[in-house]
């Protein structure tokens, strides 16, 4: 018996490699480091790519290659140890598993080595050393199973690419050459058709990834972040750094991450605040006006002057006491809460969990102090109510907040639409029931929300939302009703939170008139949008729920992804910055629904992969003949790979399986494709099985392996 001849695989494309080696990369530092995710991705593929190229140069020496293997698993091992020995081998578990949105150098760095040797040997051996689409896939699992456990899923512009650096790693794999048989030569027509495909496969894949939605979904990192530049008394943030430009936009389809960003304790738990933004600008979202991003450090003094119960106490009692005669029927009526909402302010304690190193204070709107462990700087505000350091906080910092629980005390909101407030707080100051110090800072956050809505509806709105909003106030003069009546109308015009819905646009028109369901985002852009159009100042806002299914054994509130939430701000004389959220009263997406979308997308999945079968109909085909051989005993695997031999034979002669003797089976293959003792094998073995009613001493995986050469070398010379 002849001895088998092994192919030789030459002619691999490194750039197609270099693509592939590429996505993974940008694909794992999306989910690993994405605060620094361009940089780590640029330096991971130059490692990989450096990997990959160090093998392809010993692909021709094998033993070589071996000792490289060797040799680079070493210094990896010894790289990782070193690193570990300096941090902590948990805290690296947690960095791969657990948190996908923190940064940590040596971590990334330890990363960065360790799956640029896995990613870059193990392309170029199932692209150069032994071709494997199968296998060629297996390393780039390695992110899309990393981001289902930690970020809910790749962004589909990664997916995408990942998609298509494997398709050209494939099309750029090395070609099997024969020595002792003239089966594949890669000449110059060959490889000329190979570059056209892929080309051909490249640019389809570009075009493919400009349309898809761009993710828009921020780390925890960038939440709390932010660069800044000081102006005297004030501190401007960088709008160009680590803080947002633009909010969060729905693109639907939304699975949040487990890992918690900050623990909260608190007696009494409301939402708390990261930043605000001013301009609507339709599919991108919300963006920050360039005069609301500066913030001062004198705003303490300010915030605890704006206690809208302790006004509401001193003007009645002002009136009581004789003061304020013009006004006393209406002050007298005034109703003053003495439980938990007046008195001392509540204390929050936030400790950041996500290892950041972080300049911004997340916080309730009404804080009126803030206490940082181990930071003794300015602490600064802006005008929207962001808060930030003037230096970073140590990493993961502890601070405690002094804040006043939100309470509309509608009786004092009813008299300044009864009465004009300048009016009644001047008169308020000049008789000493109020100090002056009180009465600037109440008049100055009006004047202030004033001028903010001028500035921030530079932008027309809509008129079809303008209408909407004159409908859904019809006959309200009170601004506080008007909002009420908005955050109402949510649920009374059937509107619906989901997190799975996919959005055709991303645009408050779209959620407002046709879909009428989405998450937080929607509703708090639709909202604010609808508030202004009713003449209210109002802002976007994107902060924190604390969610009591959230509490730890420790009665703290675990912050997660998933408690991120949005919502509108609007100003109210006699309340302040009020919160409006119509999440409040949507309905939520039913189970049925819930089973419906599961049902189609059964189906979808079912109609691609009936597609693909008929597509890949001829590989389909043979595994499912392959698989059949394992449950056949010698005789009938013999006499199937003969049967599949021979019709495969007579599509290149075009005579009828039937009608065509074993001789003739093996003078075509030998004749056609240059196989004789690979053909003669299966025949005689068929032969003596079906004639003389003996098996032969050849092995069954013998004949299987000729007929799977038969195969490839009639599709490689397209016969």
């Not at 949105?101 to 193990?122: P, Q, R």
């Not at 939402?271 to 979202?285: A, I, K, L, P």
């Not at 972080?358 to 462990?373: E, F, G």
Request: charged content about 20%; aromatic content about 12%; glycine content about 6%.
């Amino acid at each position: 018996m002849n001895k088998r001849v092994r192919p030789q695989y030459k002619g691999a494309e490194v750039i197609t490699a270099l693509i592939y080696l590429c996505s993974m990369s940008a694909a794992l530092m999306y989910v690993l480091c994405r605060q620094e995710q361009l940089l780590c991705t640029v330096i991971m593929t130059a490692v990989s790519f450096g990997v990959y190229m160090l093998f392809y140069a010993l692909r021709n020496k094998r033993a070589f290659a071996v000792l490289a293997f060797l040799a680079l698993s070493i210094i990896t091992f010894v790289i990782t140890s070193l690193s570990l020995n300096q941090g902590s081998s948990a805290g690296f578990i947690d960095f791969i598993f657990k948190n996908s949105e923190s940064f940590d150098v040596m971590f990334a760095a330890t990363t960065i080595v360790l799956f640029s040797c896995i990613f870059g040997f193990s392309v170029c051996y199932f692209n150069v050393y032994l071709p494997r689409p199968s296998f060629l896939l297996l390393p780039a699992l390695i992110p899309m199973i990393l981001s289902a456990r930690t970020a809910g899923g790749l962004p589909a512009g990664f997916t995408v690419f990942l998609a298509a650096g494997f398709g050209l790693a494939v099309l750029g794999s090395a070609q099997p050459e024969f020595p002792n048989d003239i089966v594949y030569i890669d000449d110059k027509k060959s490889r000329r058709e190979r570059l056209i495909s892929i080309a051909i496969f490249g640019v389809l894949s570009a075009l493919i990834l400009t349309v898809v939605p761009r993710d828009t979904n921020t780390p925890m990192g960038s939440y709390l972040d932010t660069v800044f530049k000081k102006s005297s008394d004030f501190y401007g943030r960088n709008m160009l750094s680590n803080f947002a430009n633009n909010s969060g936009v729905n693109h639907g389809a939304n699975k949040p991450a487990d890992n918690v960003l900050f623990y909260a304790t608190t007696s009494y738990p409301v939402n708390v605040s990261r930043w605000s933004f001013d301009q609507y600008n339709g599919e991108t979202g919300w963006t920050a006006h360039p005069d609301y991003t500066t913030g001062w450090s004198g705003w303490k003094t300010f915030k605890k002057n704006l206690n809208t119960n302790t006004l509401a106490l001193t003007l009645r009692q002002g009136a009581l006491d004789g003061y304020l005669e013009e006004y006393a029927p209406l002050l007298k009526n005034l109703t003053v809460y003495n439980d938990r909402f007046f008195g001392s302010p509540v204390k929050m304690t936030i400790r950041v969990n996500d290892n950041s190193s972080t300049k911004v204070v997340i916080h309730p709107s009404m804080t009126t102090n803030v206490s940082i462990t181990g930071y003794s700087e300015n602490i600064y505000r802006t005008y929207k109510d962001e808060m930030f350091t003037k230096t970073n906080m140590d990493r993961n910092a502890v601070y405690t907040l002094e804040y006043y629980i939100p309470q509309a005390n509608e009786s004092l909101i009813r008299l300044f639409e009864k009465a004009d407030m300048e009016e009644i707080l001047t008169a308020a100051a000049e008789q000493g029931v109020i100090t002056n110090s009180v009465k600037t800072s109440f008049l100055s956050e009006k004047s202030q929300a004033l001028e903010y809505h001028e500035k921030t509806l530079s932008e027309p709105i809509n008129p079809e939302i303008v209408q909407l909003a004159e409908e859904i106030t019809a006959g309200l003069t009170s601004n506080y009703d008007k909002a009420l009546a908005i955050e109402k109308w949510f649920g009374e015009a059937g509107f619906v939170y989901d997190l799975d819905f996919v959005p055709e646009e991303t645009t408050a028109e779209y959620f407002l008139f046709k879909s009428k369901r989405g998450i937080c985002s929607d509703y708090a852009t639709a909202s604010a949008l609808l508030l202004r159009a009713a003449g209210i100042p109002t802002k976007y806002t994107e902060g924190f729920v604390l969610d009591g299914e959230n509490l730890d054994e420790f009665g703290r509130y675990a912050v997660k992804p998933a408690n991120a939430h949005a919502y509108a701000m609007c100003y109210i004389e006699g309340y302040g910055w009020l919160e409006i959220d119509g999440t409040k009263y949507a309905s939520l997406a039913s189970e049925n629904e819930q089973l419906t979308t599961v049902a189609l997308i059964i189906l979808i999945s079912l109609a691609v992969l009936t597609i693909l079968a008929i597509v890949f109909r001829k590989e389909v085909s043979e595994g499912i003949f392959a698989i059949s051989l394992l449950f056949k005993n010698k005789n009938g695997k013999i006499r199937a790979i003969y049967l599949r031999t021979r019709r495969l034979v007579c599509l290149i002669s075009g005579s009828e399986p039937e009608s065509t003797a074993a001789g003739e089976v093996c003078e075509i293959a030998s004749r056609s494709l240059g196989l004789n003792k690979e053909a003669r094998e299966i025949t005689e073995s068929a032969d003596l099985l079906l004639y003389g009613g003996k098996t032969t001493e050849i092995p069954a995986k013998q004949l299987y392996r000729n007929y799977r050469k038969i195969r490839k070398t009639k599709r490689k010379m397209k016969k």
